[in-house]
């Protein structure tokens, strides 16, 4: 399952715009290459009691060479 989520993560960085967004509904924190994504926001998303939470995160798309 991790090694998938990082493939989409590489995959969407390639074909993203720069300066683009990605959002990602997960139980975790995926893991990402912070040279090229930055976290701009994350939301809490819960469906009832007794239930775990999942996180909605966003991320933007980092230029290689920019700062």
Known sequence: YVQHLVQVFQEVWRVLKPDGKLGCLD???????KDHWQMVGSIGIITGT????RGFTI???VNIGSS
Do not use: M, Q, S
């Not at 139980?27 to 290459?33: A, G, K």
């Not at 007794?50 to 939470?53: D, F, G, H, P």
């Open 27 to 33: 139980p975790l924190l995926p893991i990402y290459r």
């Open 50 to 53: 007794n239930r775990a939470i």
């Open 59 to 61: 991320y933007k798309k």
